[in-house]
């Protein structure tokens, strides 16, 4: 139910979460432009994308910190809107570089808001985590639930989320869309595109592809003593094409809302390791073998989204399933062994 057709600039657009989300914009009648440095992304993504759609769209490399590159491509294609992904996303990469994170996160950030503004357009989805609430107070985690990031990554998103805060709060007509996404897992359903795998994952579900493929040959479970149903972790996994379709629904918010307001993103049910290893086990057919190993430190017991707002303002819910996470994430590992390699 997409208002008309608009121009949507999508930064990152060959990562993970962007490259999922253009077929879906594209699918709603939106013309897209994509920039990514390809330091993370993969040009095959793009390609990839397109054979889904069979439809071309532009594509510029380009770092999000070149303010000059990134006005140009504004200038050129004029959006009506900008979806940001672009950024660094490992916790724990960014403990061992900060000032990389708050660089590429916020300063990037700062530089394309800047250069959007200069070029006529004031609508962003922003792409920030969950990672920005820290140990959780109380569940499910609402969006009014406290920030105490536990990271330079989590920091650098709520320092993004601040400033949109203010200049949305300073100029009216300036729109802010903020997605904080929970656990994004799977993958597409042609199994064209995906998450492509780190050498070892880890993530839980690239971590549990590894092991059903036999790369790895068990799951380390990270604690079982802690205070949940099994003892294991939980968290609320939200499959990758739900989470594109919410920043369908979030572009089509700022169509007709004005300041800067955060979305929590996420299925809404809590899942523990077992839970999810039992799933991918009838799933696919493949078995877990898995040790329970000590707690990774930095860990929560459990971290679960309350997703309301989403599903009264954005009109969107998550609706596939964790056995359709498994199942897309198999099919896809299973697929593309290596990747977009
Ligand atoms: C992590 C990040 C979070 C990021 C998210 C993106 C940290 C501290 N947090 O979240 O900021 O937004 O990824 O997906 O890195 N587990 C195992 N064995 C494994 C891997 C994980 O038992 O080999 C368990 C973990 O203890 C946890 C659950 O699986 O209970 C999920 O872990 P993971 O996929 O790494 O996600 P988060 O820790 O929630």
Known sequence: MSPKSQ?????????????HTLPELMMAGHEVHVIDDLSNGHGVALE???????????????DIRDAARVSEVIRAFGPDVVIHFAGLKSPSESIEKPDLYREVNVIGSLRLLDAMRAGGCQRLVFSS??????????????????????????????????????????????TCAILRYFNPVGAHASGLIGEHPQDIPTNLVPYIVDVARGRLPRLNVFGDDYGTPDGTGVRDY???????????????????ATGAREFNLGAGEGTSVR??????????????????????????????????????????????????????????GARNPEGYA
Not at 241 to 255: E, G, N
Not at 292 to 315: F, M, N, Q, T
């Open 7 to 19: 121009r949507v600039l999508v930064t990152g657009g060959a990562g993970y979460i962007g490259s």
């Open 48 to 62: 990839r994308c397109r054979q889904i759609v069979g439809r071309d769209f532009g594509f510029s490399e380009a």
């Open 129 to 174: 985590s969950a990672a920005v609430y820290g140990p959780p107070d109380f569940l499910p985690i609402s969006e009014d639930h406290p920030r105490r990031p536990t990271t330079p990554y989590g920091a650098s998103k709520a320092e993004v989320e601040d400033i949109l805060v203010q200049e949305a709060a300073k100029d009216t007509t300036l």
């Open 238 to 256: 939200i499959h990758v094409t739900d989470l594109a379709r919410a920043h369908v629904a979030a572009l089509d918010w700022t169509a007709g």
């Open 275 to 332: 839970d999810l290893i039992r799933t991918f086990e009838t799933a696919t057919g493949r078995d877990i073998p898995f040790v329970v190993a000590p707690r990774r430190p930095g860990d929560v017991a459990s971290s679960y989204a309350d997703p309301g707002r989403a599903e009264r303002e954005l009109k969107w819910k998550a609706e596939l399933t964790l056995t359709d996470m498994c199942r897309s994430a198999w099919a896809w």
